[in-house]
Structure formats: C-alpha cells, structure tokens
C-alpha cells in the first residue's frame, strides 16, 4: 500500500513538473572574474532555492525559469554576490558575462598576485558544490609545488598515496588501498596502462603535470562514472581552449645531488579565441631532462629450505648502483568550437614520452655458494601516450542536453636495445660475472649459515644495514681479473594498450527539482604483452670438454665507475671495493653480436616457457547507466541509479608442462608449449545511491552507499609463465585464467564546513566490504636442481576496509601584521583492513589475517605556507606508512614482505614580482629519506634505496 502510494506521489509530481514546464525557460551565462572562469560558482533565482553552478569553463545553464522578471544571484567563495535582474521567456536568454570581484583588498591583492588563494578557492567552491564525494586541484596549484609530474602533483590531495620508483612518483591511489583499485582516468575515460607490471594502474611518470588543467579525485563514484574502482577514481582533466588569450613560459634549471648533475625543464602555453570568440585553441608544450640516480641495498634469504628455523639465513647481499637519465617531454592540443550557447564540438590531441636511460651496477654476495656475481646492464625504458578524442555538447531543447564523446588512445612501454640485434630479439641486455672463492665467506653461525645477529641460532651475524663479506681469505677480494663471463641474458619486456571509445549521455530535466540522466560507453581494448628471457651460456659453464675459457672482465672494455665517492655513503660500512669499473655501452652491446657469441662458445639455452610470456588479445566493454537527481528540499538532495558493464576478454598465448615419460625402461622429461586461447565474461551490476544535506550556507553532509569493482589483470589471466635467471634466487611468473574480477559494497560518510576566509574542516568515514580479493602469492619450488621464487595471483575469501579521514585547510589572515600570511593545509587518512589469508600448517587448515596489500595504515599530507605580498613559501610534508607488499601464503606472516614507513619534505618558495612575473624555487626529499623494505618484521631488511635531493629555480612569466 505504501509503495502504491508513493508511486502515484511521484506520476502528480511528475505531471505537474511537466504542466509547469510548459511556462518556463532557460537562462545560459558565464561567470568570471579579471582572471579567468570561476567553475564551481553558484546561481540561483533570488528568493528561491532553484539553482546551479558554473562548470570547470565556468559556464552555467539555469533550466525551468518562469517566464518574466527574475533576479539573479551569483556567488563565490572569497567574492562578493552579484545579482542581475533579467527578462526570462519561454525559450532561451543568453546573459552578459557576470564578474565578480574579491571580497576585501588583502583577498583582492592575494588573487591578483597569483598566490594559492586563487587556486584554492576554485578547488574549495567545485568540492562544495559538486554532487559526488570529490576534492579537486587546479592547474595553478600543481605549478606552485615542485611536482613535475602528473603523480607527484596527485599526491598532495587529501587520501592519495603514491608509488616511488627510484625517487620519483609514478602511480597513485586513493585512501592507501591496492594502486590497482584505482582507476585513472584522462578527461573522464580510464587512461590505457603501460604497466611492465601488468597492472591496470597507468604509470603517470610519462604525463607531465603542465598539460593538467584540474585533477578531480573521486572517493565515492556516481553511475556516469566508469565502476572498476575500489578505491575511487583519479580524473586528469588536459587544457582546453582558454576564454581570454594566453601566452605563458617558465623556465628553470637545478641541480641532482645523488648524480651530482644538472638538470632543466621548460614549458610553454599558448591559448586564444578567434572568429568573435567561437573558436579556441589551446597549446601546451613541456620538457623536463634530469639527471638521477640510487643506491640500493637489497638482502635476500634462504626461504625455500626445509628447516624452519634456517629460512631466515642469508642467501645474498646485492649493491645496486643506478645512475643514468630521464626525459619527459609533453605536448597537449586543445580545440573548441561554439556554435552558439545551445553548442559546441572540441577536440584533444595529447603526446607524452618518457625516456628512463640507465645503466644499472648490480654487486651480489652470494653466501650459499661462495661467490660473488657482477651484473651489468643498460636499460633504456621508453615509455608513450599519444591520441586524442573529439566530442561535442547540445542543449537540444530547453531542459534536453546531449553530449557525446569518441577517443583512441595508445600507451606502450618499450625496449628497443641493443642494436646489434634482430628487432624480435631486442630487450634489456645483462651481462653476468661470476668469481669463486676458494675458501669462502665467514661469519657463519652454528648451523653453517649466514644470519642477520637477531636470527642466528648462536648470535653470531651481521647488522641488518652493514652485512659483511667476512672473508676467510683477505686476499679473495672481489678483481676484474678473476670475474669471468658467466651468462648473457636479453630481458624482453614490452607492453601495449590501445583503447578506442565511444560515450553518449543524455540529461533531461523534468523539473527545477528532478532530473535524469541516461548514458552509455563502449570501450574496444587491444592488449599485447611480453615478458621472456633469451639465455645464452657458454660452453665452459655448461661443462662441454675442450670448451673455450670463461672471458674475464679485465679484457673487456670498461669504463669508470660513476661517482665512485658517493657509493653507499649512507651506511657506516665501506663496500667500496665493489664499485668495480664495469663495461662500456657498446661493449655491453657487442657481447651479444655473433662474432663473440662464436668466438667464446656461447650457446642459447632459453628456457622452452620463454614462449609462454607473450601474449595478446581484447576486452570489450559495453556500459549503461541511469541516474536521477531529486532535489527533495532546498536543503536536501538524493541522486543515484544503477550502471552494468559487461567485459568480454578474449587472451591469445601459450600454455606450458612439464611431465616426466618413460620411454625404453628410461624416464626423461619433456616440456610442451601448447597455442591456447582465453575466453571470460561476465557483468558488474553496480547500484549507488547519494545523499547531499546543506543545513546552513557553510556546511555540508555527504552519505553514499555504492558497488564498484576490479577487473583482472590481464598478465594475471595469461596461461603462461616467466622465468628469469638473472635473480638470485630465481624468479617464475605464473599466471592465472581462473582468477574472478573483485567487488566491493561501499560505504561513505562526510561532512565539511567551510570558513569565511578560504578555509575548511572536513571529516568523514568510509566503510568497504570486499569480495573474491586477489592477491600475488608467492613460494618457494626446486627449477633445474635451484630455488626458485614463484609468484601467481589467487583470489582468496572477503576482506574488510574501513577508516577515518579528516582535513583542514586554514589562513590565519586574523593574525596582526607579518603573521597574517600563515597558514596550513592537513589532511590524512587512518585505515584499517582485514584479510583472511588460508595456509595449510601440519595437514590443517589455518588463517591467518594481515591488511590488504599496499594498503597503508596510515596517509597524512601537511603544508605549512606563508603568502603575503607577493612572497609564497611552502614546506610540504608527505607521510605514507608501512603497507605489506607480497603475502607468502605457503610460511605465512613472517616472511610476509612489507614496505616500511616513509615521510618526505619538499619545500618552495616564489615571489611575484607582478601580476605577470616571478621567480621560484624548489627542493624536493630535503631529509634524503630512503624507501625501505622488510620481510617479517623492520629490523630484517630486504631493500633500502636513497636517492638524496633535488633542486631548482626559475622564472614564470604569463606574458598575457
């Protein structure tokens, strides 16, 4: 009866909306100030509660006017309200632009002199105003902290954690979950993924952060968003076509004290409107080349031997030395043509490349075998995004609008080395030296083996960051003349996406107070993937009689080592004698030609499951959606709907086994590669439902209740696997066809409350029940008589997620004189997750509960600032804590690996000279803090890498 009710409540609301449609229209305006658009402005009809806000061009469109005399009102926060009193018909009235002014000379002087004022009320006015749980940064924000690229800019807002590799950020999450829960979109539409990894997550090292025009982060998603998220959604918003013509350079030049090298970046931006303002154009160019480098101490341990208690001893101590460098270069076209307010048409172009040129010095100690190894390599990673898209927006009638977008976009992550090869044959060249010692290392404990002193049987080992060779011998130390060729291994990595899609949405409003929302995207996906090892050994390791002798290092052209004086200067032990003059470039190249194959007697051993590691294949996607906006009361909003996405993958690679077969009364093993087809598909119902209640102009609650969900990795799906002989232990990749896309309930609470002198409090908390989670398990086999480390994804039972956010953003403008241009921005993040993890101890079956992987405990951002006449200073504090990384499902929580805490200071400081000038300077990781890694607990290290600071000044000049 209540249902029936309700039903005929809705159809008299409905048909009364519709009889009062019939006597009223739009109003289409912009609103401004001297600067530029002010998106997320807010216009309404005075005395009413009806109203909207400005887009990111800062464009509005008020629908169901009643016909006659109305007043406008417009508003922003830090301005003064507007009104302008227009005559409304039953059609369309396109309105003169409203400016706006600041409120007060000091927040008139703050805007004007391009501090973070502007920036933040433009993030602080979209936030309040947009219907999703959102935060927003501008393009003006980002270019006053010293973040170079699109995950360095992300990080600074409020739940986002990023992923450093070797020093600088290149992947980013929301709320600290699995970096694969997140999905990163460009211009509304996930980004395809260049991940070597395999990963979903696009690796944004390749996107510099001068094409981003905003950066909205979505922590609870709408049905017109894409649902494979988790964590929520990252959306990189490219320039666009300006309002006012705009011409900008900036230039600087710094300094890297790891590489003790220079560095420079330069863009530039070019923006105007022609044909009486219908046609924009927007472009943007940028180059960044730097100069890097590491130090990384990596300890391995024993972890597949069959006595508990020695899976703790050491298996290896590896000094990595990376020291090379990178480029980025950007270039972002923006297209916009204006028929009238009623439409438009634009069009992207992007153009990213990332070059990671890098030779890389590995040093092993090998305890086990009483060796000690030198791997060389020069890796020269290429990494790419090109496309672009052209779309369109059309109020088709007054309260009818379309719009609709098409795109294709590539990314490709490459290796085209050495030259000396076929193309087929090209990857990562690795050249491996081995020296044997006759009488050994020492610093045995009780057993015969190496410990760290914590986990010795008798206490005798090492300090986790000073292992020692130890030697027996003094005189066995590490020369040139008695390493010896040992194997030569091409790494062939290489992945590429292209996604071409399609989107159309269609809104209609019924009412000032109801509207609804219809869309759909397909989107066509091509994936191709390879990652196998060519091995080449030569004679004499194999054991051939007669063969030709190993090569020593010593006859082979090297050069010196690079900055030899830095080596591992973090640690209070002296490994200089490793840091051994290694092979030249060319060298490295010509190792693998065919004259010194043949000379030297090298042979190709590779592995018969090197085929198995490509693959390629498709994912069609096919999405529909409905959502209703119902503005309940002036005070009161409640939007929601449903959306389904159908994924069809289709995986073309090869299977491999391994069986042993008696053949005439002898048993022999034989290995098959088989052409195997992949075939899944499967539907994501996603129902989501959100709340928004305004109980005073300064505050705001936000309730959300939505099901999102992950796909599978596509190299977690392929049949094949990979094995790499170049680690000690070796390392297998299996993957997984069975494995199932994970979903999620979500939960969401928040409130925020705005000050009046650009300021807010936010707190919320958020709840996530996970189903089908996938993770990569690892354990120990026995490859060809050694250990080998296999790593594949299984999907194991539910795992719970909540946590609490808070954040605040406050100017202490009401301080008296000089100190009235302090403030502080903070936010951060605690989590909490739960994961049952099974394992099998003495024929039972027990779990164990751990947090899910890369989920950090704990996230928090801080920005202590000072503007004031033009001068900005900014220390920037980034903390991520320690999350685990890979759980061992087969020895459980102790050999589980984790990374540790990691909190970095960055600092800036600009003046502006004018409206139109100013300097800057910026220092990234002030306090030179490593990323560490442990197995088990901190004290037992498996990887620290520092990577010093960063620094550079410059100049910023808007010409107009």
């Known amino acids: 009866m209540r249902l029936k009710r309700l039903l005929f409540s809705l159809l008299l609301c409905l048909s009364g909306t519709l009889a009062f449609g019939q006597h009223s229209g739009s109003v289409t305006g912009r609103i401004e100030d001297e600067n530029g658009p002010l998106p997320g402005a807010a216009i309404r009809l005075k005395g009413t509660s009806q109203g909207t806000v ?44 409203i400016k706006l002014t600041p409120e007060g000379k000091a927040l008139s002087d703050v805007v004007v002199r391009g501090t973070m004022a502007a920036s933040q009320i433009k993030a602080m006015s979209i936030k309040r105003n947009s219907l999703a749980l959102m935060d927003v940064m501008a393009a003006d924000a980002i270019g006053k902290l010293p973040d170079r690229n699109a995950a360095e800019a992300v990080q600074r807002m409020p739940g986002v954690a990023v992923a450093r590799y070797h020093g600088e950020a290149d992947q980013a999450t929301v709320r600290g979950v699995p ?83 220079g560095t420079y970046n330069a863009s530039i931006t070019y923006g105007d409107r022609f044909m009486k303002g219908k046609l924009g154009v927007m472009l943007t160019a940028a180059i960044w080349d730097r100069q890097w480098g590491t130090d990384e101490y990596v300890v391995s341990y024993n972890t597949g031997l069959p006595v508990p208690e020695q899976r703790y001893s050491l298996n290896s101590l590896l000094l990595k030395r990376y020291m090379g460098k990178r480029q980025t270069y950007g270039l972002n076209a923006g297209l916009e043509y204006r028929f009238n307010e009623k439409h438009r048409i634009f069009g992207r172009a992007l153009h990213d490349k990332f070059n990671d040129i890098r030779p890389v010095y590995e040093s092993y100690l090998l305890f086990n075998t009483n060796e000690y190894q030198l791997n060389y390599r020069y890796s020269y990673y290429q990494t790419r995004i090109d496309g672009g898209e052209i ?69 005798v080992g090492d300090d986790p960051m000073q292992i020692l060779p130890h030697l027996k011998d003094p005189k066995e130390r590490v020369h040139p003349t008695q390493l010896t060729l040992q194997q030569l291994v091409i790494y062939q990595l290489g992945t590429k996406e292209e996604d071409r899609v399609a989107q159309a949405n269609v809104k209609y409003d019924f009412s000032s107070r109801f509207s609804l929302k219809v869309g759909g995207k397909y989107r066509h996906k091509y994936k191709e993937s390879t990652q196998a090892s060519l091995v080449y050994l030569p004679n004499r390791a194999l054991g051939v009689p007669n063969a030709a002798p190993l090569v020593p290092l010593s006859q082979l052209e090297r050069t010196e080592f690079p900055v030899r ?50 693959f390629d294949g498709t994912e069609d996607v096919l999405a529909l959606y409905v959502m209703g906006e119902w503005n309940v009361t002036p005070k009161l909003k409640l939007f929601g709907g449903v959306r389904n996405e159908h994924t069809a993958v289709e995986l073309n690679g090869s299977s491999y086994k391994r069986e042993t077969i008696t053949e005439n009364d002898q048993s022999k093993s034989v290995e098959t590669v088989t052409p195997t087809t992949v075939k899944n598909d499967y539907h994501a119902f996603l129902p989501m439902i959100h709340l928004k209640y305004t109980p005073t102009s300064k505050s705001v609650l936000r309730a959300a209740f939505t099901r999102t969900f992950i796909r599978p990795n596509f190299t977690e799906l392929n049949p094949g696997e990979n094995i790499n002989t170049t680690t000690n232990p070796l390392t297998i990749t299996r993957g997984n066809i069975d494995l199932k896309p994970t979903f999620a309930s979500n939960f969401d ?55 609490l956010e808070l954040g605040m953003l406050r100017r202490f403008d009401f301080l008296p004189g000089f100190l009235s241009g302090l403030g502080v921005e903070l936010n951060g993040t605690a989590i909490h997750s739960s994961l049952r993890v099974p394992r ?46 890979t759980i061992n499902q087969q020895l459980g929580p102790d050999f589980y690996i984790w990374t540790n805490n990691n909190f970095t200071l960055d600092g800036s400081a600009a003046y502006a000279i004018n409206a139109k000038f100013r300097v800057f300077v910026e220092v990234n990781n002030l306090t030179n803090e490593p990323v560490r890694m442990y197995m088990g607990k901190p004290e037992r290290t498996t990887s620290t890498e520092w990577y010093s600071q960063r620094g550079q000044a410059g100049i910023r000049w808007d010409i107009f």
Do not use: C
Not at 238 to 250: D, H
Not at 566 to 588: E, H, P, V
Not at 756 to 764: E, F, H
């Open 54 to 97: 400005t887009d990111l061009s800062g464009a509005f469109r008020l629908t169901n006017v009643p016909a006659g005399p109305v007043t406008l009102a417009a508003g922003y926060i830090g301005y003064q309200t507007a009104e302008l009193t227009v005559q409304a018909t039953t059609g369309e009235v396109v309105i003169p632009v």
């Open 179 to 261: 970096f694969s829960w997140t999905s990163t979109l460009l211009n509304g539409t996930r980004m395809p993924s260049a991940s070597v990894g395999g990963s979903r997550n696009a690796v944004l090292d390749a996107v510099p952060s001068e094409i981003i025009q905003y950066v909205q982060v979505a922590k609870a998603l709408t049905p017109d968003m894409e649902g494979d998220a988790i964590g929520g959604s990252i959306n990189f918003v490219t320039r666009v076509a300006p309002e006012f013509r705009k011409l900008s350079v900036s230039a600087a030049g710094g300094y890297n004290n790891f590489s003790k090298d």
């Open 391 to 459: 779309g369109g927006e059309h109020q088709l009638a007054s309260r009818l609008k379309l719009d609709w977008s098409a795109s294709n976009y590539v990314s490709e992550y490459y290796i085209d080395t050495p030259p000396t090869l076929p193309k087929e044959k090209r990857g990562l060249p690795i050249a491996t030296f081995r020296q044997k010692l006759t009488q050994g290392f020492g610093g045995l404990a009780s057993d015969g083996k190496r410990y760290l002193s914590f986990d010795s049987p008798n206490g």
């Open 565 to 614: 004086q830095n080596f591992f200067r973090n640690l209070n032990a002296d490994y200089g004698s490793y840091a051994i003059n290694s092979l030249t470039k060319n060298q490295l190249f010509d190792l693998f030609s065919t004259q010194f194959q043949q000379t030297n007697q090298f042979r190709d051993v590779t592995p018969v499951s090197n085929a198995t590691g490509h």
């Open 749 to 803: 609470l928040m409130g925020e409350y705005y000050f009046d002198n650009i300021g807010l409090v936010t707190g919320g908390l958020f709840y996530k029940k996970i189903k089908d989670y996938s993770f990569s398990n690892q354990s120990i086999e026995i490859y060809n008589g050694a250990q080998a480390l296999v790593t594949q994804p299984q999907n194991l039972e539910n795992a719970t997620l909540q946590g």
């Open 840 to 885: 099998v101890v003495n024929n039972e079956r027990q779990y164990e509960t751990t947090s899910l992987p890369n989920q950090s405990k704990f996230l928090f951002n801080s920005i202590l600032f000072y503007e004031r006449k033009g001068l900005t200073i900014r220390l920037a504090g980034n903390f991520r804590g320690r999350s685990v990384e």
